[in-house]
């Protein structure tokens, strides 16, 4: 299209140039085009292929891994062959336009169109303003859900920071044993959810009276002249029989931060209280407690934002049945059994929002760390 | 004068107390100890006796002399092979690896982005982050499962691992940030000095030194795909056993062997086996990532 040029800067000539040019910028653009078939023709293998696991779990492995550094390592060659003042105003999101694009897409939207669904009937068809949310505080139904929710928040948030507190001032004290002692009570922190409840579902299982028993705590009951008992039916403590597992999981957590705030207790003010003649009871709660309040008002809290999603316990013993269902398996319910997911979406919507003052605390926490 | 002495009269009756109170409280430790691992205790004991021995006695009467103990690992076979156990450990190791390798090195880059880089927005995108950080993922099951639908990645490894990365990835970045961000400014621009593109100086010097944090997150973030059962239930289905992973697996093997203890037990254990080596193994950086996973909504 343009005339052959006249000039030439010493021995370049544009033609060269533009040449040049052309071959980068082409190089530069197979490169991605070649990478993105790759990724998309192995995707396409991934999702229809009847060849063997293996073959696709390598394939899998090798793309889900090595694909996304070489998209990064393509795109920013890519940018790396435009003009200088242009690459440096790009060069930002190559590394962070991914993410951004991940989080808009896996978060952002999902949110905002969940909280959509919410005001809207079963199938998502009609809007039907607050009238999931009505269903939610009044349908007897789900105000036993919310009890329960309630009821293990109060408990294990109460009997994790307790015991973990309780415990942790004792490892203190017993020398070298201290940390044998630790890794055994965190150890179910390793354990997932569903193992527990299988772990704690053979504690509590029950045989007719007159067979010997192989749950633990129904040989027990039985040795005391006592009637097994159905854990799980009974309604006045199969909650508190679920809940248990939660705490037997989450302690140990509580227990290793504490112990890392009580170990940095100055001495001098132990020793500062002893000597005004304070016993051990009255060092523990004026002084041990006010010097680590922050560190339990943290571990309260994480201990709070997993108990208020806890699904896999519930879903695995009872399913909610006889009176243990909690929010999110009373909305996995909706969503996936009975269909409703204007309902599913609120209940959603209900954790979100008392998270919310959480949420709205680690961005002031943000702000002030900025500032300082 | 008078005060160091009693000073030291103070120290040594607080010792005093420390010895004469340690015994008591030795026994209450170990006492507790005992509690906290004698369920576990119970279900490995139970996995390696015969289906007919574990539902015929309890596996405490093994201490008590009066039974034989017949060790067998037949349970494990009949859940490995019959059960399809195997099966589903191998795809719990297919979901994890990439959805924890996928969000860290997402998370990396953008990290350094943040800490090193300006570009208009930066804040107020990582503001974002930090909020993202609390959303509960139940908010964002449904709309990305009509999604999957739309484009047919609902049930396969691909879908799981973007939705693990989705949701991993405020924390991840959070993490990284707060390292990344901690290198010293000396170091990075003598490699701006020496010549070194933005990203030979991510690659060669800042993940480099970034691998304490990313052990943290890796380890954090491994347990939490290995141990979870909700979003591989939403993205994997909850009626293709082949696709099962350890944890839904075992969830099925409760619904349809709810009393046969040989499969549950063998089946449980098998479920815990990776996250109780990757605990014994490396202690330190597990309760790091454990704590590190802490701020996580």
């Known amino acids: 299209m343009s005339a052959e040029p006249k000039k030439s800067w010493g021995d370049v000539s544009l033609a060269d140039i533009l040449q040049r040019i052309t071959l980068r910028l082409v190089v530069s653009l197979i490169v991605p085009v070649i990478t993105f078939v790759a990724m998309w023709q192995s995707f396409i293998f991934m999702r229809d292929s009847e060849a063997s696991k293996v073959v696709i779990a390598v394939v899998a492995l090798v793309v889900g891994v090595g694909g996304v550094w070489i998209l990064y390592l393509v795109t920013n060659n890519l940018v790396e062959q435009t003009p200088v003042s242009f690459r440096d105003a790009l060069r930002p999101y190559v590394f962070v336009g991914p993410a951004l694009v991940v989080l808009v897409i896996y978060l952002v939207y999902p949110a905002v169109n969940t909280i959509v669904l919410s005001f809207q009937d079963a199938r998502s068809e009609n809007f039907v303003g607050f009238s999931n949310y009505t269903y939610i505080f009044t349908e007897p139904d789900m105000l036993i859900v919310l009890r329960n929710n309630i009821l293990w928040i109060i408990t294990v948030v109460g009997f994790t920071v307790g015991l973990g507190l309780i415990i942790a001032v004792l490892v203190d004290r017993i020398g070298r044993w201290e940390s044998a002692a630790k890794s055994l009570i965190f150890v179910p922190m390793a354990i997932s959810a569903v193992g527990a409840s299988v772990i704690w579902g053979f504690m509590y299982a029950a045989k007719p009276a007159n067979k010997p028993q192989i749950g633990l705590l129904n040989a027990i009951n039985v040795t005391l002249g006592n009637d097994p008992i159905l854990y799980m039916n009974d309604k006045a403590i199969n909650n508190f029989a679920l809940i248990a597992i939660m705490i037997w999981l989450l302690t140990g957590y509580c227990m290793v931060v504490i112990s890392a705030a009580v170990k940095g207790v100055p001495t001098e003010l132990l020793e500062a209280g002893r000597i005004d003649g304070a016993n051990e009871f009255r060092v523990f709660f004026n002084i041990i407690i006010p010097v680590i309040r922050s560190t339990l008002i943290t571990v309260a809290t994480t201990v709070f934002i997993m108990v208020l999603k806890v699904f896999d316990i519930v879903y695995v013993m009872t399913n909610g049945r006889r009176d243990t269902e909690v929010v999110a398996n009373r909305m996995f319910n909706e969503f996936f059994k009975f269909g409703h997911y204007g309902r599913g979406s609120a209940l959603a919507v209900l954790l979100l929002i008392v998270l919310l003052p959480i949420i709205y605390s680690n961005v002031r926490d943000l702000r002030e760390r900025r500032k300082g | ?297």
């Open chain 2, 1 to 297: 004068m008078s005060v160091s002495l009693q000073t030291e009269s103070g120290v040594q009756r607080s010792t005093v107390q420390a010895v004469l109170s340690a015994a008591p409280v030795r026994i209450v430790v170990l006492l507790l100890c005992f509690l906290w691992s004698l369920p576990t205790i119970g279900l490995l004991i139970s996995s390696i006796r015969p289906a007919t021995d574990i539902n015929s006695t309890g596996w405490w009467t093994l201490f008590g002399g009066g039974q034989p103990f017949n060790f067998t690992l037949q349970n494990y076979e009949a859940v490995l092979s019959a059960e399809g156990m195997a099966n589903a450990f191998l795809n719990s190791l297919l979901v994890t690896i990439p959805s924890v390798v996928i969000p860290i090195t997402v998370a990396a880059f953008a990290a350094y982005a943040f800490a090193w880089m300006e570009f208009p927005g930066r804040d107020f995108f990582f503001a974002g982050v930090v909020m993202l950080m609390g959303v509960p993922l139940h908010m964002a099951l449904i709309p990305i499962m009509r999604i999957y639908t739309s484009i047919d990645l609902n049930g396969t490894f691909l879908g799981i691992w973007l939705a693990h990365t989705g949701f991993g990835l405020p924390l991840a970045i959070y993490l990284l940030y707060g390292y990344i961000s901690t290198i010293p400014k000396e170091i990075m621009e003598s490699a701006h000095i020496d010549g070194a593109s933005p990203f030979t100086a991510f690659t060669q010097l800042v993940l480099p030194l970034s691998v304490p944090v990313i052990a943290s997150f890796a380890i954090f973030q491994f347990l939490w795909v290995w141990n979870d059962l909700l979003v591989a239930l939403v993205f994997l289905g909850t009626d293709n056993p082949d696709a099962f992973i350890v944890t839904s697996k075992l969830k099925e093997l409760v619904g349809s062997k709810g009393q046969n203890w040989e499969v549950l037990t063998a089946g449980a254990f098998i479920t815990m086996i990776v996250p109780l080596f990757i605990f014994f193994a490396l202690q330190r950086y597990f309760v790091r990532g454990m704590m590190a996973g802490s701020v996580k909504g």
